[in-house]
T-cell receptor, first 112, second 109 residues
Framework: DTAVSQTPKYLVTQMGNDKSIKCEQN?????MYWYKQDSKKFLKIMFS???????INETVPNRFSPKSPDKAHLNLHINSLELGDSAVYFC???????????FGQGTRLTVV | RKEVEQDPGPFNVPEGATVAFNCTYS??????FFWYRQDCRKEPKLLMS???SGNEDGRFTAQLNRASQYISLLIRDSKLSDSATYLCVVNHNAGKSTFGDGTTLTVKP
């Protein structure tokens, strides 16, 4: 069973479109995250949720909106996609904030 | 200054070599520390946590120096399969992990 699963694995879309990435964890963790890894491979945190509550929101354009319907799910919706949004987006979860994080396989987003 | 800094490398070493990576952090209130490994086109995976007393897992040894604000990872008897990017991670607020930019290691036959 996959511990942290995100879909889709690959996403190619045109500029201006709106898209969503879904993430689910079956580890019973309280904290979930979204990270962005750019073409230079730098991994940056975007959002962190604890028990469905947003606790970290880094400097991310408000075109990015996370939604956590329950503590096992954290989805990422992106409006008006831009070329610079092309990256790999990783979902992760941990027991609590600051403990070992388990990552999903990543969603490779390409905006054309 | 970046919150977490690593030497990006690349480190190119022969099989059997010993290699060490360092990572420095700027926030003295940082609470927990980890090394992750990321293979090409894969997700990061925890390699080991780093404890104040230092800890060892097989060929891997991690150490923390709070006074100088750095952590280190030592890999002994390098294997081809150790080739990857090693990411230093520092937590200074509950829920916020800062990743270093990674150090790339290539182990050659």
């Amino acid at each position: 069973d996959t511990a942290v699963s995100q879909t889709p694995k690959y996403l190619v879309t045109q500029m201006g479109n709106d898209k969503s990435i879904k993430c689910e964890q079956n580890l019973g963790h309280d904290t979930m995250y979204w990270y962005k890894q750019d073409s230079k491979k730098f991994l940056k945190i975007m959002f962190s949720y604890n028990n469905k509550e947003l606790i970290i929101n880094e400097t991310v354009p408000n075109r990015f909106s996370p939604k956590s319907p329950d503590k096992a799910h954290l989805n990422l919706h992106i409006n008006s996609l831009e070329l610079g949004d092309s990256a790999v987006y990783f979902c992760a979860s941990s027991m609590t904030g600051g403990t070992e994080a388990f990552f999903g396989q990543g969603t490779r987003l390409t905006v054309v | 200054r970046k919150e977490v800094e690593q030497d990006p490398g690349p480190f190119n070493v022969p099989e059997g070599a010993t290699v060490a990576f360092n990572c420095t952090y700027s926030n003295s209130a940082s609470q927990s520390f980890f090394w992750y490994r990321q293979d090409c086109r894969k997700e990061p995976k925890l390699l080991m946590s780093v404890y104040s007393s230092g800890n060892e897992d097989g060929r891997f040894t991690a150490q923390l120096n709070r006074a100088s604000q750095y952590i280190s990872l030592l890999i002994r008897d390098s294997k081809l399969s150790d080739s990857a990017t090693y990411l230093c991670v520092v937590n200074h607020n509950a829920g916020k992990s800062t990743f270093g930019d990674g150090t790339t290691l290539t182990v050659k036959p």
